[in-house]
């Protein structure tokens, strides 16, 4: 089954790439506008999860890709760098920008969590 769907997606990369930018996308959205500006408040119960889901799933996305473009050289650990750097510039921007917004430790270590198991993912599915 991983095989058909390399395959199927070895020729249609676009796809992947298509999926990085509006992941991209949605998770500046997500996480750089203002809280009263969004969802109901009940959502934000689910904040450490949604962060484990978003980074893990654009590194996934990320490391599939680079996968699909040149097996040979991937690299499972510049690619867990990267989703935690991306986790660390979105609460860096938090920081910085008068958004309303916080930036949190916990953000970035569930950031991580979900970059990690994502590199898991990507470490079975890829046989390196």
Request: glycine share 8%; charged share 15%; hydrophobic share 50%.
């Amino acid at each position: 089954m991983i095989e058909k769907i390399n395959n199927y997606l070895s020729k249609r990369r676009y796809l992947l790439l298509i999926s990085i930018i509006l992941v991209t996308i949605s998770t500046f959205g997500l996480t750089l506008l203002p809280i009263d500006t969004m969802v109901p408040n009940q959502l934000w119960n689910y904040d450490k999860a949604g962060h484990l889901a978003i980074f893990g799933g654009w590194t996934f996305l990320v490391g599939y890709y680079r996968f699909l473009s040149n097996p040979k050289s991937v690299n499972l650990f510049s690619i867990f760098a990267m989703g935690v750097l991306f986790g660390v510039v979105v609460e860096g921007l938090q920081y910085a920008l008068p958004l309303n917004r916080a930036a949190d430790l916990f953000d970035i270590a569930f950031d991580a969590i979900g970059c990690f198991i994502a590199v898991l993912v990507l470490y079975k599915i890829t046989d390196q």
